[in-house]
């Protein structure tokens, strides 16, 4: 949403760096994960993933926004894929 990206960087979205951008990222990740913590919500790749897409204030997802932290979650599961024994980090670091 052009709203977030406003918030966290005074750059245009179009002409951001692909450092910008995982910056951008991070930071909102960050938000979710913080406001998901106060709120008793899941901080895992499911519930950022929910966060990302429906935006971290929100009270209650529709079966699209499920749908869709499924999917990313999918290949995040344990024994699952090219991540099957790999450690898990959600948000990357800087």
Do not use: C
């Not at 949403?1 to 951001?16: D, E, G, N």
């Not at 909102?28 to 935006?55: F, K, Q």
């Not at 699952?80 to 948000?91: K, Q, T, V």
């Amino acid at each position: 949403m052009p709203s977030t990206w406003a918030r966290f960087s005074r750059l245009h979205q179009a002409s951001a760096s692909a450092t910008e951008t995982r910056r951008v990222a991070r930071r909102v990740l960050a938000e979710i994960e913080a406001v998901h913590l106060r709120r008793g919500l899941r901080v895992d790749t499911y519930g950022l993933a929910l966060g990302w897409n429906a935006g971290p204030w929100a009270r209650k997802y529709t079966g699209a926004t499920r749908d869709y932290a499924e999917r990313v979650e999918a290949p995040h599961r344990p024994g699952s894929g090219w991540l099957a024994n790999r450690p898990e980090r959600i948000i990357p670091a800087e």
